[in-house]
């Protein structure tokens, strides 16, 4: 089965500094990439997407990049604000029965 | 729209005794599915449903029973509770299978095994 893995397990950063979370999978049929965002003591949320036939999706100050061939993908925050700060999960599937999460980075925006 | 409500938001048990989680959804989603959360390993499925009737097993299924007998419950049991089943349970649900079907969460279910 698909298996996730996801760096760094923390990060910390200062506000306004650019924060990037890599994820590599290992199922090449994996085709949907999303990212979830859960802050503490809350739900998951999906905050941006991406599918295999798109290398890039950008939404505000957020973007998800992924690489087919070397399987990763990579979420980048830019301008980062305080409110940011939460736990990101990367996930990979080929359906949602499927789906695989990685293990989640915690990110730290210092003001 | 509610969304995904589960219940109870925290639990105590001992070792050994069985509960009930409780999920609904009111968004008409065909799947649905428990997680498990635990601390350095993300999210992981322990038992899905692809429609009313129909359940099938994810990553983690060991001591864990669902049924799915109306579209919008699908209640995770666990039948005699150990303390490796204290964890952070979420529901879920999406409109279909696929990719690009967004999962829908609940609140999470705390649950702690003395």
């Known amino acids: 089965g698909e298996n996730v893995e996801q760096h760094p397990s923390t990060l910390s950063v200062q506000e306004g500094d650019s924060a990037v979370i890599k994820c590599t999978y290992s199922?090449?049929?994996?085709?949907?990439f999303p990212w979830y965002k859960q802050e503490l003591g809350k739900r998951p949320q999906l905050i941006i997407d991406i599918r295999s036939n798109v290398g890039e999706k950008k939404d505000q100050r957020i973007a998800v990049t992924l690489n087919k061939t070397a399987k990763h993908f990579s979420l980048h925050i830019t301008e980062t604000q305080p409110e940011d700060s939460a736990v990101y999960f990367c996930?990979?599937?080929?359906?949602?029965?499927?789906?695989?999460f990685g293990a989640g980075t915690r990110l730290t925006v210092k003001p | 729209n509610a969304g995904v409500t589960q219940t109870p938001k925290f639990q105590v048990l001992k070792t050994g005794q069985s509960m009930t989680l409780q999920c609904a959804q009111d968004?008409?989603?065909?799947?649905m599915y428990w997680y498990r959360q635990d601390p350095g390993m993300g999210l992981r499925l322990i038992h899905y449903?692809?429609?009313?009737?129909?359940?099938d097993q994810g990553e983690v299924p060991n001591g864990y029973n669902v049924s799915r007998s109306t579209t919008e419950d699908f209640p995770l049991r666990l039948l005699s509770a150990a303390p490796s089943q204290t964890s952070v349970y979420f529901c879920?649900?999406?409109?279909?299978?696929?990719?690009?079907?967004?999962?829908?969460f609940g609140e999470g279910s705390w649950l702690t095994v003395v």
């Open positions: 996930a990979a599937s080929r359906g949602n029965n499927d789906m695989r």
């Open positions: 968004m008409n989603h065909n799947y």
């Open positions: 449903s692809v429609g009313a009737g129909i359940t």
């Open positions: 879920a649900s999406s409109y279909k299978g696929g990719s690009g079907n967004t999962i829908y």
């Open positions: 199922d090449s049929a994996s085709n949907y």
